[in-house]
């Protein structure tokens, strides 16, 4: 996953730091939504995917410190709250593609960064995985195609 983290950073302009969290989250939302044996195709295919998803905090924090960085994440000086505001209006509206917009934007990307950060994803996974797996994590994930478009 460093070379897809690097490469994100250099097209994007962004931190190597906001890139893996945002990385990690994206890997976490889908270890979430996707069957067991589809993340774990995705992961065996992805080097590094499944170290990404290895807890941080202290122990007992489970799939929290996991995501703690990404939701933790980013320059709350720049744009404080933006991520959690984007959440609760997902949750309120019903729209998985606002509660993914506003996690990313946790990680440090601003929202003018999350469509094409989750298009390079998007792509990597079909050039490590194959399209079937893109396929895959799309219908498990449907709001990712909303944000970042197809690969």
């Given at each position: 996953m460093q070379d897809?983290?690097?490469?994100?950073?250099?097209?994007l302009g962004i931190s190597e730091d906001a890139g893996q969290s945002a990385t990690s989250g994206i890997l976490g939302l889908l270890q979430d939504k996707?069957?067991?044996d589809d993340?774990?195709?995705l992961t065996s295919a992805l080097p590094g995917?499944?170290?990404m998803l290895a807890p941080k905090e202290p122990a007992g924090f489970g799939a929290l410190g996991a995501l703690g960085g990404l939701l933790g994440g980013g320059d709350k000086d720049e744009?404080?709250?933006l991520g959690a505001?984007?959440?609760l209006a997902g949750s309120l509206t019903g729209n998985p593609s606002l509660g993914a917009l506003g996690k990313l934007a946790d990680?440090?990307?601003?929202l003018g960064k999350v469509a094409p950060f989750v298009g390079l994803f998007l792509q990597y996974v079909q050039s490590k995985a194959g399209q079937e797996m893109v396929g895959r994590l799309l219908s498990a994930m449907p709001e990712l195609?909303?944000?970042?478009?197809?690969?």
């Open positions: 897809f983290i690097q490469m994100a950073a250099g097209q996707m069957g067991d993340f774990s195709g995917a499944a170290q744009c404080p709250g505001l984007a959440g990680a440090g990307l601003d195609r909303g944000i970042g478009g197809d690969a």
